[in-house]
């Protein structure tokens, strides 16, 4: 989604709270593979929410915790659900 498509108060970017020294290539494989674990959990019955937060801290914030909670609590300002703890 665009930046102007975007409501303004969810206006930055997953890029925005990652570790900035982080490739384009490891940043596709790493989305990539959060969303390799959306997929199967969206295709369950009763989908956790707590799995789709869980993918994205595993698969890009494993060693930036500060990008992690900066990136979650952005995230629940939106989705009260967004899970800020450790999976």
Known sequence: MSRLQRPA?????LMDFVDPVMSLLDYVGMV???LA????ELKKQRPRRSEF???IRNAMFTENDAGWQ?????MAKELEWFST???
Do not use: F
């Open 9 to 13: 108060n969810l206006a930055c970017d």
């Open 32 to 34: 990539n593979q959060a």
């Open 37 to 40: 674990v959306w997929k199967d």
């Open 53 to 55: 937060s869980a993918a």
């Open 70 to 74: 900066r990136y979650a609590a952005h």
């Open 85 to 87: 703890g450790k999976p």
